[in-house]
């Protein structure tokens, strides 16, 4: 209960998701040693939004360690790359943990299905969904490993059928040189076998055996690597090489020795088995499917709208926006806890713009004990010019620091180099310039001027007034026709914005209850129409600019998509030739396409005749 109170005073605009994460792992913790099959915890937003950076803080507030894997970087891997890979991050003693979390990061690399809707090909990964499955998953030990005691099981095959030699407790009691030369021979140092063989021929094969073990037969190298197999069945009796060569010792004979050796190459050839049924694991993505809008990198566009979006969405977007990118089965293997992170509203990104800036203030007073205090000027100005409200806090981040941290340096050599006294600092904006005031004891000494570049904010001031007088009327034609048809206010209205390619934009009010019919369907475009007509009756049909190509185009995809596949059209088949669907579909360019036509031109004169009256 602490670290979720904690966590809500660190992550801001996410309370809902934080009381689920919690309470998911206090549930974890108490009683995963009921979990037949791995917990899933699955976490989806935009970019920048706080979902892996709070699941770390947690367990780092509840002294938890985690096994990470950043999908971003597995999917470039080849297979051998990732057997090594999971070796490293996956161990028998973290499988045998009563708690182990895993965290599955940029998942939406794994995906399994293109852009195309065809299936990708990645035997690799699959270890990793039979971990969300069962739990249990089989890998393979390493090629050294597989080598090297496949060599001590071949050599000892030969040991056993050697009469010349025996072995008693881990030691040769007859036939040394035998045994040397059954090791020449199998490494490639000997031509053929000789069961006469003295000093002079091992003398001839250059054997360097520094590396045997000198308490026993077997050499450090194999002991090492029986230890790396052994210890994954018995990790209570194998702990170091010690273990393996104190258990050497307790075989009898050559028979046992080779018994004990066998056991431990079968187990190589089988792989290695890990249990991580009792695991919790998250699995953390971002679906730009599900997120339609998070393609929309224009900062002028509503943060409030986009988190009105974002909050209807539900569990059953979500595994629809997966289908785009893993099949079925595979999608059900992540379970049903599906936590949707919404965008952040306005007030979110004022809330974390004041909690880092008081976090740079404590910094300061601490190092320097100075207090600072910043006006609102400054924490406008870097909302202005550091949110983009579909990338998150990211390049919000980057602004505090070229904004405020920045001048750190700068401030304080002024204050050096001029002698000034001070024990207070005081930030504020104004036309393009940071001021930053020196003050002892409330009282104004000095003050520090830095020309601001700002990297929005200049850009949204339009020079060409002409220009933005057609976006004004373009627009509110928009917004006239909505308002008739619909009975509804925009959200925003743009006359100037720094979308690349965009004079202004129109922001209607997100209705996700709205369906689409016959009756509102010929409204909706004349809405996308609207613009155009607006042009037309201020400036005359030859002076209408080609500012309205999105309009036309999303207007006849909405008048196609209604006629070919929504049945609005005078046939109930449907017959989309630009998506192939399963099952039998009539494919026809021209079908369709005539009454589209009408559509659209019924929408512009309903445009016009509102626009008019």
């Given at each position: 209960?602490?670290?979720?109170?904690?966590?809500?005073?660190?992550?801001?605009?996410?309370?809902?998701?934080?009381?689920?994460?919690c309470?998911?792992?206090?549930?974890?913790?108490?009683?995963?040693?009921?979990?037949?099959?791995?917990?899933?915890?699955?976490?989806?937003?935009?970019?920048?939004?706080?979902?892996?950076?709070?699941?770390?803080?947690?367990?780092?507030?509840?002294?938890?360690?985690?096994?990470?894997?950043?999908?971003?970087?597995i999917?470039?891997?080849?297979?051998?790359?990732?057997?090594t890979?999971?070796?490293?991050?996956?161990?028998?003693?973290?499988?045998?943990?009563?708690?182990?979390?895993?965290?599955?990061?940029?998942?939406?690399?794994?995906?399994?299905?293109?852009?195309?809707?065809?299936?990708?090909d990645?035997?690799?990964?699959?270890?990793?969904?039979?971990?969300?499955?069962?739990?249990?998953?089989?890998t393979?030990?390493?090629?050294?490993?597989k080598?090297?005691?496949?060599?001590?099981?071949?050599?000892m095959?030969?040991?056993?059928?050697?009469?010349n030699?025996?072995?008693?407790?881990?030691?040769i009691?007859?036939?040394?040189?035998h045994?040397?030369?059954?090791?020449?021979?199998?490494?490639?140092?000997?031509?053929?076998?000789?069961?006469?063989v003295?000093?002079?021929?091992?003398?001839?094969?250059?054997?360097?055996?520094?590396?045997?073990?000198s308490e026993?037969?077997?050499?450090?190298?194999?002991?090492?690597?029986?230890?790396?197999?052994?210890?994954?069945?018995?990790?209570?009796?194998?702990?170091?090489?010690?273990?393996?060569?104190?258990?050497?010792?307790?075989?009898?004979?050559?028979?046992?020795?080779?018994?004990?050796?066998?056991?431990?190459?079968?187990?190589?050839?089988?792989?290695?088995?890990?249990?991580f049924s009792?695991?919790?694991?998250?699995?953390?993505?971002?679906l730009?499917?599900?997120?339609?809008?998070?393609?929309?990198?224009?900062?002028?566009m509503?943060?409030?709208?986009?988190?009105?979006?974002?909050?209807?969405l539900?569990?059953?977007?979500?595994?629809?926006a997966?289908?785009?990118?893993?099949?079925?089965?595979?999608i059900?293997?992540?379970?049903n806890?599906?936590?949707?992170?919404?965008?952040?509203?306005?007030?979110?990104y004022?809330?974390?713009?004041?909690?880092?800036?008081?976090?740079?203030?404590?910094?300061?007073?601490?190092?320097?004990?100075?207090?600072?205090?910043?006006?609102?000027?400054?924490?406008?100005?870097?909302?202005?010019?550091?949110?983009?409200?579909t990338?998150?806090?990211?390049?919000?981040?980057?602004?505090?620091?070229?904004?405020?941290?920045?001048?750190?340096?700068?401030?304080?050599?002024?204050?050096i180099?001029?002698?000034?006294?001070?024990?207070?600092?005081?930030?504020?904006?104004?036309k393009?310039?940071?001021?930053?005031?020196?003050?002892?004891?409330?009282?104004?000494?000095?003050?520090?001027?830095?020309?601001?570049?700002?990297?929005?904010?200049?850009?949204?001031?339009?020079?060409?007034?002409?220009?933005?007088?057609?976006?004004?009327?373009?627009?509110?034609?928009?917004?006239?026709?909505?308002?008739?048809?619909?009975?509804?206010?925009?959200?925003?209205?743009?006359?100037?914005?720094?979308?690349?390619?965009?004079?202004?934009?129109l922001?209607?009010?997100?209705?996700?209850?709205?369906?689409?019919?016959?009756?509102?369907?010929?409204?909706?475009?004349?809405?996308?129409?609207?613009?155009?007509?607006a042009?037309?009756?201020?400036f005359?049909?030859d002076?209408?600019?080609?500012?309205?190509?999105?309009?036309?185009?999303?207007?006849?995809?909405?008048?196609?998509?209604?006629?070919?596949?929504?049945?609005?059209?005078?046939?109930?088949?449907?017959n989309?030739?630009?998506?192939?669907?399963?099952g039998?579909?009539?494919?026809?360019?021209?079908i369709?396409?005539?009454?589209?036509?009408?559509?659209?031109?019924?929408?512009?004169?309903?445009?016009?005749e509102?626009?008019?009256?």
């Open positions: 209960l602490d670290s979720k109170e904690i966590l809500k005073k660190e992550f801001y605009g996410i309370d809902k998701q934080i009381d689920e994460i309470d998911n792992v206090l549930d974890y913790i108490t009683f995963n040693k009921f979990q037949k099959t791995p917990l899933i915890v699955n976490l989806w937003g935009m970019t920048g939004c706080g979902k892996t950076s709070l699941i770390n803080r947690l367990l780092e507030l509840l002294s938890f360690n985690k096994t990470y894997f950043n999908f971003a970087r999917s470039e891997k080849t297979s051998y790359e990732l057997e890979y999971l070796e490293e991050e996956i161990s028998v003693k973290k499988a045998n943990d009563n708690t182990n979390f895993i965290i599955y990061d940029e998942f939406q690399y794994a995906r399994t299905i293109d852009s195309k809707g065809s299936e990708v990645r035997p690799s990964m699959k270890i990793f969904w039979e971990l969300l499955d069962s739990g249990m998953f089989t393979p030990f390493s090629w050294n490993t080598y090297t005691l496949k060599s001590l099981y071949k050599s095959e030969k040991v056993v059928c050697d009469s030699i025996e072995i008693e407790y881990g030691k009691t007859k036939g040394e040189n045994w040397k030369y059954i090791i020449g021979n199998f490494i490639g140092k000997s031509k053929k076998f000789n069961c006469n003295d000093d002079e021929i091992l003398a001839e094969l250059n054997l360097d055996f520094d590396d045997f073990n026993i037969v077997i050499g450090t190298t194999y002991i090492q690597e029986l230890l790396k197999v052994l210890c994954v069945r018995y990790p209570e009796v194998y702990r170091s090489t010690q273990d393996i060569v104190e258990k050497i010792t307790t075989l009898k004979n050559k028979e046992e020795l080779f018994s004990f050796i066998e056991e431990a190459y079968d187990m190589v050839i089988i792989g290695r088995t890990s249990d009792r695991s919790l694991i998250f699995v953390i993505g971002n730009d499917e599900a997120y339609h809008i998070s393609g929309d990198k224009n900062p002028d509503s943060a409030n709208q986009f988190n009105q979006y974002t909050l209807t539900n569990t059953v977007d979500i595994k629809d997966l289908s785009c990118r893993f099949r079925n089965e595979q059900s293997r992540l379970g806890i599906h936590l949707i992170y919404p965008s952040f509203s306005e007030d979110t004022r809330k974390i713009i004041k909690h880092y800036l008081d976090i740079y203030r404590k910094d300061i007073e601490v190092e320097f004990n100075i207090d600072v205090e910043f006006n609102k000027s400054i924490y406008d100005i870097i909302y202005r010019d550091g949110v983009f409200p990338q998150g806090t990211r390049p919000l981040f980057s602004t505090i620091s070229e904004i405020i941290k920045t001048k750190l340096s700068h401030i304080i050599t002024h204050a180099d001029n002698n000034i006294k001070f024990n207070k600092l005081i930030y504020n904006f104004e393009n310039t940071i001021c930053v005031s020196y003050l002892m004891n409330n009282e104004n000494i000095d003050c520090k001027c830095f020309k601001q570049v700002l990297r929005v904010e200049e850009n949204r001031h339009n020079s060409n007034k002409n220009f933005q007088m057609l976006c004004a009327v373009h627009e509110t034609g928009h917004a006239l026709v909505n308002l008739i048809q619909f009975n509804e206010l925009p959200e925003k209205l743009c006359s100037v914005t720094l979308g690349a390619g965009i004079g202004g934009f922001l209607r009010k997100f209705d996700k209850s709205r369906i689409l019919n016959k009756t509102n369907l010929l409204g909706t475009l004349a809405v996308s129409m609207a613009g155009r007509a042009e037309e009756i201020m005359g049909i002076n209408v600019s080609s500012g309205s190509s999105a309009d036309l185009n999303n207007a006849t995809c909405l008048a196609l998509d209604a006629i070919r596949n929504k049945g609005f059209g005078t046939s109930l088949a449907v989309d030739w630009t998506k192939p669907m399963f039998t579909v009539i494919y026809d360019k021209t369709g396409d005539k009454l589209a036509l009408e559509l659209i031109n019924k929408a512009y004169e309903l445009a016009m509102c626009l008019s009256s």
